[in-house]
């Protein structure tokens, strides 16, 4: 058999395996092992009964984190009751197929149920009311959740390094609000309290690079540290727009954050690129885009303290990207509409194969 001939029937071998999917050997989760990276993905409970969708992401990733199931209007959609039946279905696959879960998330100010955001309730109710939602949200996935984004986007875009105002913070907030992060570390305790096991994470979007965002997050972590308050990692969204990332920039900063001993993750990983009517991108641009994937991946592998790389979804088939942006942008993961790897599925693997240096 020529080496041709081979690569053919691997090639082949892959496809049939995959259900349609066009991803040669190894996978993603395969070309990690060596570095101990955790590779993940956002997953839409919905899509798990489709072969190509189940088959493609358990064959991929080592990690899972549900994109919507756990935000309060899903979970928490009336005062008195929880809803656990989408992120259970989540958490059962990961089981199933031997991925950890990442929680996401306890603390933001969208996505939120309008029992919650159109009623008017007393700091003290709202504190009570966040509390019995993390005890409760936690505890209910307590062992099998190994780490929560506990709170997600606090920091505010148009003032940069202060802190958002929010229905936790201060409207009416849950009573700390003069207080600075102190709202925050409440959440955090709350948190730690309810599964000790847990790591715990403060997530944010725009904070990937040094800027004003990240150094207001980063005294804030050096703080926490310092007093003791269970805080164990960052996590950096990394939604790149434009095809554009400043990665000496982004390394400088994953670099000075695990310097204080917690860990990074990039969390939601994408790469926007322009679209036209049919959702198609422009070949040079997929090209850019594997670039920054592998780019990214490699800063993250540079440091140790950087132990996971998830993307904000795996196929083009379902992504946030198109409807955010009036259907303008997109093609922003790793495989397409097809589960046909892209450049972008190519590049992060053999940066996951080159493990870290
Ligand atoms: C997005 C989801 O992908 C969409 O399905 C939903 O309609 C809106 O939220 N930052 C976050 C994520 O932390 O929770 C957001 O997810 C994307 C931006």
Known sequence: MTSRTLVLVLTTAAFCAGFGAVVPEPSLREAARGSGMLIGTAVRPAQLSEAAYASTLA???NMVEPEDALKWEVVHPERASFDFSQADQIVDFATRHDMKVRGHTLVWHRQNPKWLTEEKYTSDELAEILAQHIKTVVGHYRGKIFAWDVVNEAFDELRPGTLRSTIWRDQPGIGLA???????ERCFRWA??????ALLFYNEAEAEGVNPKSDAIYAMVRDFRQRGVPIDG??????????HADVASISANIKRFTALGVQVHITEMDVAVPVDADGNARPEDLQRQAD????I???CLAQRGCTAIETWGFTDKYSWIGP???KTQGAALLLDREYRAKPAYEALRS???SGRR
Request: a negative charge; aromatic letters at 10%; charged letters at 20%.
């Open 59 to 61: 064959r991929e990733f």
């Open 178 to 184: 003069a207080n600075g992060t102190s709202y925050i």
């Open 192 to 197: 730690h309290d309810a599964d000790p096991q």
């Open 234 to 243: 960052v996590g950096f969204q990394m939604h790149i727009a434009n095809l």
């Open 292 to 295: 920054i994937y592998r780019e």
């Open 297 to 299: 991946a490699s800063a």
């Open 324 to 326: 955010h942006s009036k």
């Open 351 to 353: 940066a996951m194969e």
